[in-house]
C-alpha cells in the first residue's frame, strides 16, 4: 500500500509541477517545452518511489524456516535462513537501487531548478541525459543479474544440480522477485528518462 | 570547425557545415532544414559501431561454440565408482541463452544501424533509441551470464548449489571470456551513445 500511495502522490506532484511550467513557460524568450519538463520531475520523483520501495522490499527479504539437516541417520530440523546478503547479486542489486534513489532524488531537485527556468538549461539538461544513460546501464545490469538468481531459485538447474529453493523459501523468493520487477521498472523509467530528454536537446537542433 | 585539421575533410565537413550553418542562421527554418538533410558522419562513432559489431558477434560466437566433454566418477547403485561421461553446453543454462540471444540481437542491429549510417533526420532519433535498448540489453545480458559463472565459478553455500568449474574448467574460462568481450562492447555502445547525445547538444541552438 506505501508503494501504491507514494507512486500516486509523486505522479500528482509532477502534475502541479507541468501545471506551474506552462503557465510560467510564456515569460521567457525560449520556453524549455514546459510539458516535458513536467513529465521529467514526474518520472523522477516516479523512480525515486519505485527505487525506494524496492530497496525497502529487499531489505526485508528474510525467512528462516526449518529443514531437515542430516547430521547422523537419524533426520535432525534445524532453523535455516535465507537473507538477501547470501548472495553477491542481490547485494549488488541492492547498491545500485541505493545509488539509483539518491540520484533520482537528487536529480528531480535539479529538475525542478530547470523548471523555475533559470538560463544554463541546455547544459544541465545535457549532464542529466549522461548520468541518465548511465544509471540506466547500471541498474540494467543489476536487474539483469537479480533476475538471474531469482530464476534459479525459482526454476533450479538440473543440468549442474542447483535445486530449486522457493518451495522452500517461498514467502523470500517473493521479496526477491518483487524487487527484481520493481528494478526492472526503474530501469525502463530512467530509459524512458533519456528518451525524453533527448527528444528535448534534440527539438532545440531545429 | 577546421575539418582539414582532422583529417578525411568530406567525413567531418557534413556535420561541421551543418552545425555552423543552424548556428549562424538561428531561427532560419529553410537553412536548417536544408542542413539537416546531410548527412554527418563521424569516423569515430562508425568505428566505435564497427567494434560492437564484431564484440557481439564474437561473444555470440564462443558462447554458442561453448561445449565441454568429461568424465565424472559417480557413485552407482552397489557402492562402487563408475566413470560416466557428462557434458556441459551453453544451452543447458538460461543466462547463457539469453547472453546468446541478446548478443546477437545487437549484431544484427548494429549491422543495420551501419547501413543507414549515411541517412540523417528522423533516423538518428531511430538509432538512439535503438542504441539505448540495445545498451540495456547487452548490460542485463552480461549481469546475468556473469552471475550464472560466479555461482559456477564459487558456489553458493548457502542454499548448497555446489561450484561446477573445477570440473568444466576450459568452458566456465571461455564462458567467461565471451562475458568480458560482451561487457567491453557494451561499454563502447555506451560510449557511442554518450558522443550521440554530445552531438544533439552541439547542434543545439543554446550551445
Known amino acids: 500500500m ?21 503557465s510560467g513557460g510564456g515569460r521567457y524568450a525560449h520556453p524549455p517545452a514546459g510539458s516535458c519538463s513536467g513529465a521529467n520531475v514526474a518520472l523522477r520523483a516516479l523512480l525515486f518511489a519505485v527505487s525506494v520501495s524496492a530497496l525497502v522490499v529487499l531489505a526485508t527479504a528474510k525467512q528462516t524456516v526449518m529443514v531437515p539437516v542430516v547430521l547422523r541417520p537419524p533426520l535432525v530440523f534445524a532453523p535455516v535462513a535465507a537473507k538477501f546478503s547470501h548472495s553477491p547479486a542481490l547485494v549488488y542489486l541492492l547498491a545500485a537501487l541505493c545509488a539509483t534513489s539518491l540520484y533520482s532524488l537528487i536529480t ?24 541518465d544513460v548511465f544509471y540506466a546501464g547500471v541498474m540494467a545490469s543489476a536487474t539483469g543479474t537479480a533476475g538471474a538468481v531469482a530464476w534459479l531459485g ?26 527484481t520487477v520493481l528494478g526492472l521498472i526503474a530501469s525502463i523509467i530512467l530509459v524512458l528518462l533519456v528518451f525524453l530528454n533527448a527528444y528535448a536537446l534534440y527539438r532545440r537542433t531545429r | 570547425m577546421e575539418p582539414s585539421s582532422r583529417g578525411k575533410p568530406g567525413l567531418n565537413g557534413g556535420f561541421d557545415y551543418g552545425s555552423r550553418r543552424s548556428y549562424y542562421a538561428g531561427s ?13 558522419v563521424d569516423p569515430c562513432c562508425v568505428a566505435l559501431r564497427v567494434f560492437v559489431l564484431l564484440a557481439t558477434l564474437v561473444s555470440a560466437v564462443v558462447m554458442a561454440a561453448d561445449r565441454q566433454s568429461t568424465t565424472l566418477q ?14 556441459a553446453k551453453w544451452t543447458y543454462s538460461s543466462a547463457f541463452v539469453y547472453m546468446v540471444v541478446a548478443n546477437a540481437m545487437v549484431f544484427l542491429y548494429s549491422a543495420g544501424a551501419l547501413a543507414m549510417v549515411r541517412r540523417r533526420g528522423a533516423v538518428v532519433a531511430a ?20 552471475q550464472f ?7 553458493n553455500s548457502h542454499v548448497r548449489w555446489a561450484k561446477v568449474c573445477d570440473v568444466y574448467g576450459p568452458f566456465c574460462e571461455r564462458a567467461m571470456a565471451a562475458v568480458a568481450v560482451s561487457l567491453i562492447a557494451a561499454f563502447a555502445d555506451l560510449v557511442l551513445l554518450m558522443l550521440a547525445i554530445l552531438t544533439i547538444h552541439k547542434a543545439s541552438s543554446y550551445y
Open chain 1, 108 to 131: 528531480a531537485v535539479s529538475s525542478l531548478k530547470l523548471l523555475s527556468g533559470s538560463s544554463s538549461s541546455a547544459k544541465t539538461l545535457f549532464v542529466l541525459i549522461l548520468l
Open chain 2, 149 to 155: 559463472g560466479l555461482i559456477g565459478e564459487r558456489g
Open chain 1, 2 to 22: 506505501a508503494t501504491v500511495d507514494g507512486t500516486t502522490a509523486a505522479s500528482s506532484g509532477g502534475k502541479t509541477a507541468a501545471v506551474a511550467s506552462e
Open chain 2, 127 to 146: 538509432v538512439m533509441v535503438g542504441d539505448l535498448v540495445a545498451l540495456a540489453l547487452l548490460f542485463s545480458a552480461v549481469g546475468a551470464a556473469a
Open chain 2, 74 to 87: 559417480l557413485p552407482v547403485a552397489g557402492g562402487e565408482l563408475r566413470r560416466v561421461p557428462v557434458t
Open chain 2, 28 to 40: 532560419a527554418h529553410g537553412a536548417a532544414a536544408s542542413s539537416r538533410s546531410s548527412a554527418p
Open chain 1, 154 to 179: 525459482l526454476k533450479g538447474n538440473s543440468h549442474t544440480r542447483w535445486n530449486k529453493i522457493c518451495n522452500t523459501y517461498g514467502k523470500f523468493c517473493r521479496h526477491i522477485g518483487s524487487s
